[in-house]
């Protein structure tokens, strides 16, 4: 990856169904996602696997889609079964993945995570804290976290298996 590397995000649309189904079968993509619905809209897609407070964006790097990021706020874990007493009040969430396979194992990754959280915070500046938490198994996520700046807080079980918490502090 060049230092030329430019990412910008749009904000996910019915426009943007294919290309996300599309990605959404990819083989290193779907080990770690849930595959949409025929019938879902991307919105009750989004509402499914984490919560109404779901925001998704497309990412494009140089003007080219590449993945997909989305952030949502903690609601208690009454939708996301995240709920940490000790994570501050305006925590969200995210997550995220490269669906072009062309860009994967290149540094990509962290690079438009890093993006989005400057992008994040000028968005919603309200917003403390932001945490992943991804399966103990995806070494390859969990380095990159890592490298963009998260810090392993804890394991924990979600409805969906077991979960490692990782907290980044905008702020």
């Not at 984490?50 to 080219?64: A, L, M, P, Q």
């Not at 007493?85 to 969200?92: F, I, N, Q, R």
């Not at 989005?116 to 390859?140: C, G, H, M, Q, Y």
Request: aromatic letters at 14%; charged letters at 25%; proline letters at 5%.
């Amino acid at each position: 990856m060049s230092q030329n590397e430019k990412f910008s995000f749009k904000k996910i649309d019915e426009e943007d169904r294919g290309l996300l189904e599309g990605w959404l079968h990819e083989t290193h993509v779907s080990q770690w996602w849930p595959v949409m619905q025929q019938t879902e809209t991307i919105g009750q897609f989004l509402e499914r696997i984490r919560s109404k407070s779901t925001i998704g964006y497309i990412v494009f790097n140089n003007g080219n889609p590449i993945g997909y990021i989305q952030y949502y706020y903690l609601d208690g874990g009454k939708k996301t079964g995240l709920y940490f007493p000790t994570l501050p009040k305006d925590t969200v969430g995210t997550d995220q993945f490269i669906g072009n396979s062309t860009y994967v194992g290149k540094g990509y990754g962290t690079a438009f995570i890093k993006s989005f959280l400057a992008f994040l915070r000028e968005l919603e500046p309200v917003i403390k804290t932001v945490v992943v938490d991804p399966e103990p198994s995806n070494v390859a996520a969990i380095r990159c976290y890592e490298k963009v700046g998260f810090k392993k807080v804890t394991s924990f079980q979600a409805p969906y298996g077991e979960h490692v918490l990782m907290r980044y502090d905008l702020r």
